[in-house]
Nanobody
Framework: QFKFVESGGGLVQPGGSLRLSCVASGFTLDGHNSIGWFRRAPGKDVAGVSC????????YYADSVKGRFTISRDNAKNTVYLQMNNLKPEDTAVYYC????????????????WGQGTQVTVSS
């Protein structure tokens, strides 16, 4: 059974940084579908943020986070990271990770279940 556990969220001022972690279990990242980060802001639909192919490292970013967020993976630790810099109030959301593809991510969709999510709040 695929399982994801997200962590690393918190309260940060605008312009600050956070690093989110997504630990996968029940399968091996290497050779798997892309792993993506999604977010759900208050009162809004789920949006895809970024995804990475564990096999070749290819990445995709939503326009809203390009140049500010960096996704990476450590296959040995079965973990995907999201480094978020220059955070803005509009980045406030619960962030989730899940199996996906770039096309699915753009539609805010994924394969299977998500973790419990981690709250990111950007506020002064």
């Amino acid at each position: 059974q695929f399982k994801f556990v997200e962590s690393g969220g918190g309260l940060v001022q605008p312009g600050g940084s956070l690093r989110l972690s997504c630990v996968a279990s029940g399968f091996t990242l290497d050779g798997h579908n892309s792993i993506g980060w999604f977010r759900r802001a208050p009162g809004k639909d789920v949006a895809g943020v970024s995804c990475i192919s564990p096999s070749d490292g290819n990445t995709y970013y939503a326009d809203s986070v390009k140049g500010r967020f960096t996704i990476s993976r450590d296959n040995a630790k079965n973990t995907v990271y999201l480094q978020m810099n220059n955070l803005k109030p509009e980045d406030t959301a619960v962030y989730y990770c899940a199996s996906t593809t770039p096309a699915l991510l753009r539609a805010g969709a994924s394969f299977g279940s998500w973790g419990q999510g981690t709250q990111v709040t950007v506020s002064s």
